[in-house]
């Protein structure tokens, strides 16, 4: 995928670390995936620690920009607070996308929404048209269906000196994962695309789907940011609902007005203030049917 902004008329050479050949059938069409305007180039394992652990080293071994790792299995999959991310094989999107923008001008966070926004919309095109619901993302950075957890997202910033070197925006998806599959503590919270449709989908789709809209918000997100940020909010059910944030500072409640142009939540209080929060755990407290 080329940086918007950036001159670069060929891919940096690199040498495929990977044996696609191990692959699974429903992940083999990704081999085929051309796009004049994206140069995305894949990485295809049967199964790795954390996509993002192993993106996270090809990128400071010199992987370039739009180097997307995809792991059928994770043996260690991380989600955000140290969490871990069940990562079965054979039914799930597990996949870190290398990023080298330069000097953006715009938070990271965004990165995050763009890629929940992809996801949510990407999953949505097999969802409607078989069950008649939509994904949503949910701040900060979720993919919802049906008030359970689809997807989550893991960014991951390495920094040269105080500018970004680089980003991993690591994606995962429950596509094909049923309820059995699920460990018990966490299935009632959690959802696949299959639970909902009761059909399996061929994982390449999502995956071409998913890039294909991350690439647009991202792109957007060099000439108009507040652009993502308002299509974030214009489908998010975070917005407008009443919430309980679990902040490092303490638990607070209120309304969820929007998000700024950092993509920060701004959540109104009870008393009327209104506070800009960075990071938190947010729990939807009126009633929803997402
Ligand atoms: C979360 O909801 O806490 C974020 C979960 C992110 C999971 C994905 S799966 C692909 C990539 N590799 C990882 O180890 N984590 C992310």
Same mark, same amino acid.
């Given at each position: 995928m080329k940086a918007p902004g950036e001159k670069r008329t060929s891919m940096t050479p690199f040498t495929?670390?990977?044996s696609p050949g191990l692959f699974p059938e429903d992940l083999q069409p990704l081999a085929a995936f051309r796009d004049e305007? #994206?140069?995305y180039r894949f990485c295809l394992y049967d199964t790795v620690g954390s996509t993002n652990d192993t993106a996270l080293r090809l990128a400071r071994e010199g992987?370039?920009?739009g180097t997307v790792v995809i792991a059928d299995s994770q043996q260690d999959g991380r989600g955000r607070r140290g969490r871990s991310w069940h990562s079965p094989p054979g039914v799930n999107i597990y996949m870190?996308?290398?990023?080298?923008p330069g000097e953006i001008a715009f938070h990271p966070s965004l990165v995050t929404l763009s890629a929940s926004l992809a996801a949510a919309e990407a999953v949505s095109l097999d969802l409607f048209p078989r069950a008649g619901t939509s994904a949503w993302p949910k701040w900060p950075?979720?993919?919802?269906?049906?008030g359970r957890k689809l997807g989550g997202i893991l960014t991951e910033a390495v920094f040269a000196g105080d500018r970004i070197g680089f980003? #991993?925006?690591?994606i995962g998806l429950n596509v094909n994962m049923q309820a059995a599959d699920i460990p018990e503590d966490f299935r009632?919270?959690?959802?696949?695309v299959c639970i909902e449709t009761g059909e399996p989908v061929e994982r390449a789709?999502?995956?071409?789907n998913t890039l294909g809209a991350f690439t647009r918000y991202y792109s957007l997100l060099f000439s108009d940011p507040s652009a993502v940020v308002a299509d974030w909010c214009s489908v998010s059910r975070t917005i407008g609902s009443y919430v309980k944030a679990v902040t490092p500072q303490g638990i607070l409640y209120g309304t969820a007005e929007g998000l700024d142009e950092n993509g920060f939540l701004r959540l109104r209080r009870d008393d009327g203030e209104e506070l800009s929060l960075s990071a938190a755990e947010i729990v939807h407290l009126r009633d929803h049917d997402g």
């Open positions: 495929d670390p990977c305007s #994206v140069h992987a370039p920009h870190s996308i290398i990023l080298k950075n979720d993919v919802y269906c049906r980003l #991993v925006t690591g009632d919270g959690t959802t696949s789709r999502v995956v071409r």
